[in-house]
């Protein structure tokens, strides 16, 4: 029997939500009452209607199944596993519709939504309203619309009635046939994932479901990064104004499209430093403003303003602004401040207004004029617009800037993202000595050499270690045959063959002295080995230099020793 005080039951909320169902229950306290699932089930019912969320009475299940666990002894406790699935259950509801209730929505928005195309599938004219409404950038919507066109044609869908039939298996399978067959990369695998489940709970209102794809996976690959000499000719070669992206590009450590987007207003010369707006992942930071550039920033506005004053004239001076600036300040599209820095030489049509406005240059464009000048200077490195941000970061680092402040002028959320450039000063190349250059390689004087020019004879070469001891330390070794004189050759073979005729007399004078010191040692220290049938004379000594050594000595080894001959023999 448990009996409760107010200390006991402080932080106990196991035996707490216990007390609160007997008390409902009208049970008496100190009983060992065993409750039902009934009983839980009106608790929880009471707990609904006095605005109790669907996560708080998860939480009391999870507390009554846990006081449960405490009282072994009694027998048949109610199983409340199945009273947790549903309220699990309703609490994904409850999550989807508050996201719905969220969602503006696009009945009433019909300005912000823009133009849409009405010769396009009424599925990406849905898809395109539900992104429009929850203002996505462009980008995202062209790359969304292109994942569900993908698995349109897949699949042989056509309009919206054609995805009755459609399951979660079938967004599975095709997740998996991008990852085997496709061999695309995580990110665009992740990409269709989110499509799809876009276009499943806001188009179709359906719940998207637990998909087990087979993962796409892509092993982290080291960027690829330019030498500060190679930055300088690419440079270079660049025409204006592509020539100030890149030196933006690698000066500031931006992405392309940061770039591009750079307003009059973005560039502060009083503080020395740019605005980036609208990044990756919808962020600002502050970049610093190389002194290089400012002359040259400065001049390219100039042009602008001779552009924009142009544009006014004809009245064709709008820009496209971010958000709802438009509606709060009708006139800023007009403004000079406003206008991109690098904009196009002619006016286009916005993709989502339908106005004809003044925007950026094409990211294409740079991109031409960038492999341009690579294929004049026959570099064959891959070198793309990113390249500039991976030399920006990597020369940082040579130079001893922290990595933190590194994170922060690129922008990234996180440090291990900035890690990667660490690879150079793990590994300093430059400072590696190949053990290739270390060796001594002996050409091969049979083979066919052709025939070099004749140059004229250089000083003396340092003198090289050599591996044979009879050949001159000074004498050249090289993997190309040198043009040596007749007299080298003679004096080369005359120390050949003193080496030779030196190690002959010394190999002659060796076996003389074993000839006369053998019969004394072989008497003395040799044993016989019976077991085996042989003697150590028969391994290591023929039967001639036995012989020869018993004839010089006088004696018979043979008549001495008590062990047959054809054993010592």
């Known amino acids: 029997m448990y009996t409760y005080t107010r200390e006991h039951t402080k932080n106990d909320w196991p035996l707490i939500w216990y007390q609160k169902l007997a008390q409902f229950h009208k049970i008496p306290s100190g009983n060992q009452w065993n409750f039902t699932q009934q009983h839980v089930i009106d608790f929880l019912i009471a707990q609904r209607r006095a605005k109790k969320s669907t996560a708080t009475r998860i939480r009391i299940v999870d507390a009554l199944t846990e006081f449960q666990k405490r009282r072994t002894q009694l027998q048949n406790q109610a199983d409340l596993r199945e009273i947790k699935a549903k309220l699990q259950m309703l609490l994904k509801q409850d999550k989807r519709r508050d996201y719905e209730q969220n969602q503006p929505s696009h009945e009433t928005n019909s300005e912000e939504i823009g133009f849409i195309n009405s010769s396009e599938p009424d599925v990406i004219q849905q898809v395109r309203i539900i992104m429009r409404a929850g203002k996505h950038k462009y980008s995202t919507e062209k790359a969304y619309v292109r994942q569900v066109r993908l698995f349109m044609r897949e699949r042989q869908l056509r309009s919206l009635a054609d995805f009755q039939s459609v399951t979660s298996a079938d967004v599975e399978s095709h997740l998996s046939d991008l990852a085997v067959d496709g061999e695309v990369a995580p990110s665009t695998q992740n990409q269709a994932f989110h499509a799809l489940r876009l276009l499943f709970e806001l188009v179709l209102k359906r719940d998207f479901g637990k998909i087990d794809a087979v993962r796409s996976t892509k092993a982290v690959r080291i960027p690829s990064v330019m030498s500060r000499n190679e930055v300088a000719q690419v440079v270079s070669k660049l025409p204006p104004p592509y020539q100030l992206i890149a030196k933006l590009l690698y000066g500031c450590g931006m992405r392309i499209s940061e770039c591009l987007r750079l307003r009059i207003k973005d560039i502060d010369f009083q503080l020395k430093r740019i605005e980036v707006h609208a990044s990756k992942g919808d962020k600002s930071r502050f970049v610093p403003l190389p002194d290089s550039v400012i002359d040259s920033l400065q001049q390219a506005i100039r042009s602008r303003r001779v552009l924009h004053d142009k544009d006014l004239d004809d009245g064709t001076a709008s820009v496209e602004l971010p958000f709802a600036l438009t509606k709060k300040y009708p006139n800023a599209h007009r403004e000079f401040k406003w206008q991109f820095l690098f ?11 339908g106005k004809l406005q003044r925007h950026h240059i094409h990211r294409d464009t740079f991109t031409a004029q960038l492999a341009n000048a690579v294929s004049e200077l026959n570099f064959q490195k891959r070198i793309t617009s990113h390249t500039f941000r991976h030399s920006f970061a990597t020369h940082l680092l040579k130079a001893g800037t922290d990595i933190r402040t590194i994170q922060e002028l690129l922008g990234h959320n996180d440090i291990s993202t900035t890690m990667i450039y660490l690879h150079v000063l793990n590994v300093d190349t430059d400072k590696v000595i190949s053990p290739l250059d270390t060796l001594e390689i002996i050409p091969n ?3 066919t050499h052709v025939a070099e020019p004749k140059t004229k004879p250089s000083a003396t070469p340092p003198p090289v270690e050599s591996s044979h001891p009879w050949k001159s330390a000074a004498s050249p070794i ?20 003193i080496g030779v005729a030196v190690l002959a007399m010394v190999f002659l004078l060796g076996m003389a002295i074993v000839c006369s010191t053998f019969p004394t040692a072989l008497h003395h220290n040799v044993r016989p080995t019976r077991a085996r049938g042989y003697s150590p004379s028969t391994v290591f000594f023929p039967q001639r230099i036995v012989d020869r050594c018993h004839n010089s000595s006088g004696s018979s080894y043979a008549a001495k020793s008590s062990q047959p001959a054809n054993v010592l023999v």
């Open 445 to 447: 004087r049979n083979a």
């Open 478 to 497: 090289s993997h190309k045959r040198t043009g040596s004189s007749e007299s080298e050759n003679v004096r080369h073979n005359k120390t050949y063959t």
């Open 343 to 353: 904009a196009s030489h002619k006016l286009s049509r916005n993709p989502k207004t």
